[in-house]
């Protein structure tokens, strides 16, 4: 009987340079299931900064996503991974109605799953999923923000955007609209290809083509994550930063 493929993963997060705390949650599960296969799934949330307890929404997004992935029952990944996102969206809307000290708070969100040679991205917000390959990135997410939309829409370039008082404005997060709908997309997976999943406060101060070349040159996915989260806090570590990192391998489970 054929081993089940398990993915190898890394996750870290840090508080950055210049805010107190850390807003950022990150989690993941790896399971295999009845029929022997294994369902990966992977979560970075960003608590909003300027609401109250988004550390609070990060980490419920991030649970519940989770809690939700392996519970429910979907006719595709896709299904899955939106059913899970609008199950976190509820949640930290029942919270902040519960504790009315905790009314508003929300969480940008990025979530991922591995299937059958595939990836499965739904996202809300400014958090970002990529693929490295050799010799090549490519951005997975659009950015749900104010500056994303112009940038789209031929309004603004890349640069324009990055130096716009308004980019930290987002158009889609977990927590602040009843009726979200998250943007779900699947993408193939190559060989060896390493999926990113990261909060803001890495791909606002580096950039894809860093990202990149720090993943190939690193001798792990450990050694990525960390130079990664170094180049950033070298870089000011204006924001929190997190980061994790997955290659789909053949280790058993």
Not at 55 to 69: F, M, P, R, S, Y
Not at 207 to 232: K, Q
């Amino acid at each position: 009987m054929t081993e089940p493929i398990v993915p190898e993963v890394v996750a870290k997060t840090d508080p950055g340079r210049s805010r107190s705390h850390n807003e950022d949650y990150i989690g993941y599960r790896v399971e295999p299931l009845h029929d022997g296969t294994v369902r990966s799934v992977f979560v970075v949330c960003d608590g909003m900064g300027g609401h109250p307890h988004g550390e609070v929404a990060a980490e419920i997004g991030v649970t519940t996503i989770l809690d939700e992935a392996f519970q429910i029952t979907a006719e595709s990944p896709g299904d899955l991974l939106r059913l899970a996102v609008i199950a976190a969206n509820s949640a930290i809307i029942r919270e902040g109605k519960r504790d009315p000290g905790k009314r508003g708070m929300g969480a940008t969100c990025v979530a991922a799953l591995l299937a059958d040679g595939t990836v499965t991205i739904a996202h809300a917000g400014d958090c970002r999923a990529y693929l490295v390959g050799e010799g090549s990135i490519r951005r997975l997410t659009n950015d749900h923000s104010w500056v994303g939309e112009q940038v789209r829409a031929g309004l603004l370039s890349e640069r324009q955007a990055h130096e716009s008082p308004y980019r930290s404005v987002v158009t889609r997060a977990l927590g602040l609209d009843p009726a979200l709908e998250p943007e779900v997309r699947e993408y193939p997976l190559g060989d060896g290809d390493v999926l990113v999943l990261c909060s803001d406060g890495l791909w606002d101060v580096v950039d894809d083509e860093t990202i990149r070349e720090t993943i190939a040159d690193s001798p792990s996915l450990t050694e990525a994550a960390d130079r990664l989260i170094a180049l950033a806090n070298a870089r000011g570590g204006p924001d929190n930063i997190s980061v994790l990192l997955a290659r789909q391998g053949s280790v058993s489970a």
